[in-house]
């Protein structure tokens, strides 16, 4: 064996080295007869077509709404066939245990059903524009438009709706079910990937493509179009594709659900969770060196160190960075309290959307002011605190105002009252800080 080897390699090696020559020879000559293959236009083209495929992807995956399911498929258990979120969690509990507890679960809470509930009835067109992005299957829509062969709209009893299911919001079947197909992510490998009992029903498996992972997969519901939407001061309402696309995340290639569904978790954690803020911004709040014995500066740092959007986002939050004077018994100061407030103001006001203010923070960037008081004799200490308002633009102008509409029906109203409640119970106290004041001048006194 051993003798026989080194020859028969040698007469392989013959072989391969003329086919290698020839094909040099070969390239050789095509690089002078079509150059541009050896250019950049090439890798240009293959990039544009990349995006088209998941643009079209895209397109197709986000139908508004998403078509019916239609028939199941012959072998489908009842289980696999359902599209019930307790279904798929049934076998998927980790998704399920935490999408129960996401705001997605929760997007036909009081405060949007509420108001499509009278929608319904009064502009049905409206109720189905909500619902493409509050609860997008088409067995969620209670009508269905029908156009006729003159142009005109009209809204059908939606003979499929599941009441149960309309009311769950954004389901696992909404980013995942296609015509009864699976749709999901490449496999994930390594010890956390998901593994399945090898004997359980499975729905033929699942259509794995990367597109689960951009950013793109979120935009159609976070990003309202910026050519075909209301546009206040030159923004849409709502620009977090956009923002992000701007920031330095998206150079880096850190895509929405890199922060969002890390480890593939799916909670969806925003500006309502405190401890997921405190980890996209940094706080400083600093005395400055007291020059005079009765005056007193104090200079707050907000950076958006890690939010990969302004923060925050959406125009419904409000961040109030407060401070105040203090004696020595912790008491406030009457008089003393000071604010800047961190947000995108817009409001409907006589008939228009206007925008108030826009001081929120892009990615990488500062929000710095000063606060500064002349000291009365009994001040001591300097609080600094952040509050967040992550419902303030709803409980303090939208919901006050819509209550005040007479077309409301009962149900309409006891559920925007709900909302009301519900709206108010949100803040929560980002930072706090005591500074003490330099008691050498108190003292002089
Ligand atoms: C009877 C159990 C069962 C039910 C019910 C079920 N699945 Fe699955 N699912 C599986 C199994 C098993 C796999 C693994 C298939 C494979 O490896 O190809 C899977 C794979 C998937 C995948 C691919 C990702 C992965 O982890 O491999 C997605 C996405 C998925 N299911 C979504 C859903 C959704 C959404 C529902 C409800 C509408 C659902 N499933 C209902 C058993 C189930
Ligand atoms: C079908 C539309 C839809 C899709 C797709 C979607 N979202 Fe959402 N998302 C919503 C709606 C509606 C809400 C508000 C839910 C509520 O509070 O009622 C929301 C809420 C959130 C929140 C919580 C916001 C807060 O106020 O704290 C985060 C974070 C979020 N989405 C991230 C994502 C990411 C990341 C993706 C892509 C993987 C995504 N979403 C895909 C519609 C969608
Ligand atoms: C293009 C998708 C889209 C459309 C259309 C849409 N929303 Fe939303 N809505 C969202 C997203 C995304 C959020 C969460 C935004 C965030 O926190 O950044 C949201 C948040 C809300 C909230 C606050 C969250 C809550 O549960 O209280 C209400 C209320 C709401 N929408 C009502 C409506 C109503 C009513 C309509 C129709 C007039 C509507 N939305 C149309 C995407 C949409
Ligand atoms: C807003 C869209 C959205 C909703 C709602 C949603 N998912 Fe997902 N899901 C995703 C995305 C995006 C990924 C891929 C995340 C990634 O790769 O980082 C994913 C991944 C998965 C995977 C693969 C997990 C793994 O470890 O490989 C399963 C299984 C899954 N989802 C099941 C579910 C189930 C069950 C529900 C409902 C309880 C659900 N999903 C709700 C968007 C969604
Ligand atoms: C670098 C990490 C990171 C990336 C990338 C990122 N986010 Fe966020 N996101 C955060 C943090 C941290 C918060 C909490 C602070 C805040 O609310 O702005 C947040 C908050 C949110 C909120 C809550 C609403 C609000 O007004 O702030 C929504 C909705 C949201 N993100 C959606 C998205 C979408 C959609 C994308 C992709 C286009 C995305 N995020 C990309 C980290 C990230």
Known sequence: ??????????????????????????????????????????????????????????????????????????????????????????????????WKESLHSRAMGPGPWGQIVDMVSNSPDEALLCMTCHAPLSEQLPVLAKVAANGDTTYEANPHLDKELQLKGITCAACHVRQHQRFGPPKADGPNATKYPPEMPNHDGAKRTPYFDRAEFCKDCHQFDPENSLLVNGKPLQDTYREWQNSMWAKDGVACQDCHMSSRRHLWKGIHDKEWVRGGVQVAAQLRPQRAKDNVTVEVNVVNSAVGHRFPTYIT???????????????????????????????????????????????????????????????????????????????????????????????????????LAESGKTPYTLFEEFLPLQTTYTSDR
Not at 13 to 33: D, G, P, Q, Y
Request: charged letters at 25%; glycine letters at 4%.
């Open 1 to 98: 064996m051993r003798k026989i080897l080194p020859t028969r390699l040698s007469k392989r090696t013959w072989f391969v080295s003329a086919l290698l020559i020839a094909l040099f020879l070969l390239i050789a000559l095509a690089w002078f007869l079509i150059p541009s293959w050896f250019t950049g236009s090439k890798q240009e083209s293959s990039d544009v077509t990349r995006n088209q495929i998941q643009e079209d992807f895209l397109t197709k995956h986000w139908q508004r709404p998403i078509p019916l399911q239609g028939p199941v498929p012959a072998n489908y258990s009842a289980l696999e066939a359902s599209l019930k979120p307790e279904s798929c969690g049934s076998c998927h509990k980790k998704q399920y245990a935490d």
């Open 317 to 419: 939050p409000k961040v109030f960075v407060r401070a105040a004077l203090l004696d020595s018994h912790d008491e406030m100061l009457p008089g003393t309290e000071k604010e800047y407030i961190i947000g995108r103001d817009v409001r409907f006001e006589d008939g228009e959307w206007k925008e108030f203010f826009d001081t929120r923070i892009a990615p990488g960037k500062t929000f710095a002011e000063k606060f500064q008081w002349e000291l009365p004799p009994n001040a001591a200490k300097v609080r600094v605190w952040i509050e967040v308002h992550p419902d303030h633009f709803y409980h303090v102008y939208f919901y006050p105002d819509h209550l005040k509409r007479q077309d409301l029906s009962a149900a309409g109203r006891q559920l925007i009252e709900k909302a």
